[in-house]
């Protein structure tokens, strides 16, 4: 059956007015969105997103960019929603996500890389109860 991923259009990608692209290229690939909402993450709540990358050399830089504009927030189902949404976005570096992937075609750089998506099903349900209440997930 189907199963959710989660996924972040990044502040890089709002402020290009990328965010309508992204979602309509995220729909026309079969994902069903069941939540979605436009939020600006606290330096506290990015900090605990991103806890496990603390000890890594681009944390600061990350959470100073996180920061720095709103994001979308959504949650998505598909068969298969965390391995098919981790290829539609491509790999984490824009240079060497495949073409027409949505980092090759709307990512800046490696830590700007204009999405997210969850990389298992348990960080998936781990990352969709940091941002939604399950009353906000719609059934349809
Ligand atoms: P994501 O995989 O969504 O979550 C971790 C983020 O850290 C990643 O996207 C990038 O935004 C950033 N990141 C990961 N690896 C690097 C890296 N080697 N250099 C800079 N930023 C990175």
Do not use: C
């Not at 603390?54 to 830089?61: A, H, P, V």
């Amino acid at each position: 059956g189907n199963n959710r991923t989660f996924t972040m259009i990044k502040p890089d990608a709002f402020a290009k007015g990328n965010t309508g692209a992204i979602i309509q290229k995220i729909t026309n690939s079969g994902f069903k969105i069941v939540a979605l909402k436009l939020t600006k993450l606290s330096p506290e709540r990015a900090a605990e997103f991103y806890a496990i990358h603390k000890d890594k050399s681009f944390y600061n830089n990350l959470i100073e960019f996180m920061i720095s504009g709103p994001i979308i927030a959504a949650v998505l189902e598909k068969k298969n929603a965390v391995d098919d949404f981790r290829a539609l976005i491509g790999a984490t570096n824009p240079e060497d996500a495949a073409e027409g992937t949505i980092r090759n075609l709307y990512a800046t750089n490696v830590t700007n890389n204009a999405i997210h998506g969850s990389d298992s099903d348990e960080n998936a349900a781990i990352e969709i109860a940091f941002h939604f209440k399950e009353e906000e997930i719609v059934t349809y």
